[in-house]
């Protein structure tokens, strides 16, 4: 029986993780962690029995310690607990669902000790990818893709040979506000932006995908993952979110995955990786679907892509202030401290505002990130 870690087993690919643990009984939980929700963090010791929870706050640790101490579950906290977790001896996958560059230093952690795996925190390959990816091959762990456009390209990509990719064509559904033009998006509140069309997931990449942030950081993700140059990768925007993306082979084929908007299928397919079990859920209805289409990004009103391209041209450092800004300026607008757009604003100043540092190391990734946060919090 497999055995597995989750670190962000609170939010939405955590919980669809343990739904699909859930389903076939036959991987093993090994540890849960989580930042600070430990009301479902509790349930979720009671149910899979794991013999380690991490949690990021240490007063939340110290009452779930006191909530569940007639189990035999460990609690521990901080980075120390998330670093405990992603080491864990018995576990060979760790599942990477934690929101943000937190997730750097646990990854690094898990692939140094040979663990593979399960990708769903993107910030950790958009900051940090030239350190992971060098780790992984040192050590031989697999990284498997959690986000639905990565898993679809995995899928295409699978048993056949990376030399023979012309391109990457990432799908995006354009969001809530698809169709939008600037002026409209002046009034747009938080509300507005947490309804995305098609997918459940957490409120921060739900804004990105508001602000086609989200698809900027997917193509910087895509480059490390499949070893690819920017100028492969081509962002389309397919509203119904059933081609989940494509690959194009140097002799004209294109391969696509498609499948119902159900983020429990890249989930079940890193768990199982590379078979493929039964998953209950909805289906595609070809009949009922009639047609597919495709339109190009608005880069013009949805600067997020445009942005993000911009920061992976310039390397080094650069991702990293891109991320950050970004994450800072989303926690403003979710705050409603500053309006949709200012989230373009406050990303492209602090770009414009550092100076950039040529190969990162991790200390000066992290400290990249802080200056990112306190120059933003000094100005908004």
């Known amino acids: 029986m497999k055995t597995i870690a989750v670190l962000g087993s609170t939010g939405s690919i955590g919980t669809q993780t343990l739904d699909v643990v859930r389903e076939h009984g036959d991987i093993r939980v090994g540890a849960l962690g989580a930042g600070s929700n430990i009301d479902l963090l509790e349930k979720q010791i009671?149910?899979?029995?794991?013999?380690?929870?991490?949690?990021?706050?240490?007063?939340?640790?110290?009452?779930?310690?006191?909530?569940?101490?007639?189990?035999?579950?460990?609690?521990?906290?901080?980075?120390?607990?998330?670093?405990?977790?992603?080491?864990?001896?018995?576990?060979?996958?760790?599942?990477?669902?934690?929101?943000?560059?937190?997730?750097?230093?646990?990854?690094?952690?898990?692939?140094?000790?040979?663990?593979?795996?399960?990708?769903?925190?993107?910030?950790?390959?958009?900051?940090?990818?030239?350190?992971?990816?060098?780790?992984?091959?040192?050590?031989?762990?697999?990284?498997?893709?959690?986000?639905?456009?990565?898993?679809?390209i995995f899928q295409c990509l699978h048993g056949e040979n990376p030399r023979e990719v012309s391109r990457l064509l990432i799908t995006a559904s354009g969001g809530p506000f698809r169709g939008y033009k600037r002026k409209q998006l002046e009034k747009v509140q938080v509300e507005d932006a947490l309804k995305h069309p098609?997918?459940?997931?957490?409120?921060?990449?739900?804004v990105d995908s508001a602000t086609l942030v989200n698809k900027g950081l997917e193509v910087m993700e895509a480059r490390w993952l499949f070893g690819v140059r920017l100028e492969q990768i081509q962002v389309l925007v397919q509203p119904r979110s059933v081609i989940h993306s494509m690959v194009e082979f140097r002799d004209g084929a294109v391969l696509a995955q498609l499948g119902a908007p159900d983020m429990r299928l890249p989930i079940q397919y890193a768990l199982y990786y590379p078979e493929r079990p039964y998953l209950t859920g909805e289906r595609l209805d070809f009949e009922k679907l009639a047609e597919i289409t495709f339109e190009r990004p608005d880069t013009e009103?949805?600067?997020?892509?445009?942005?993000?391209?911009?920061?992976?041209?310039?390397?080094?450092?650069?991702?990293?202030?891109?991320?950050?800004?970004?994450?800072?300026?989303?926690?403003?607008?979710?705050?409603?401290?500053?309006?949709?757009?200012?989230?373009?604003d406050i990303i492209g100043l602090a770009m414009e505002h550092h100076k950039r540092i040529e190969h990162p190391n991790l200390q000066q990734i992290l400290d990249t990130e802080a200056e990112t946060y306190d120059w933003i919090e000094s100005r908004w």
């Open 46 to 152: 009671r149910e899979f029995r794991p013999g380690l929870a991490a949690v990021w706050e240490e007063e939340k640790a110290r009452e779930l310690k006191s909530r569940v101490r007639d189990t035999n579950t460990k609690i521990v906290s901080g980075m120390d607990g998330l670093l405990e977790l992603a080491v864990l001896p018995e576990a060979e996958l760790l599942v990477t669902a934690i929101v943000g560059m937190i997730g750097i230093r646990p990854t690094m952690a898990a692939l140094e000790a040979g663990k593979d795996i399960a990708l769903a925190n993107k910030e950790t390959l958009v900051t940090a990818g030239h350190l992971i990816t060098e780790l992984a091959k040192k050590t031989g762990a697999g990284i498997l893709p959690v986000d639905s456009e990565h898993s679809a």
């Open 198 to 206: 098609n997918w459940s997931m957490g409120p921060k990449i739900t």
């Open 301 to 344: 009103t949805f600067q997020g892509l445009p942005l993000a391209l911009k920061a992976a041209a310039a390397g080094g450092s650069v991702p990293t202030v891109f991320n950050a800004a970004n994450e800072k300026a989303v926690e403003l607008f979710l705050k409603r401290k500053i309006g949709f757009l200012d989230i373009y």
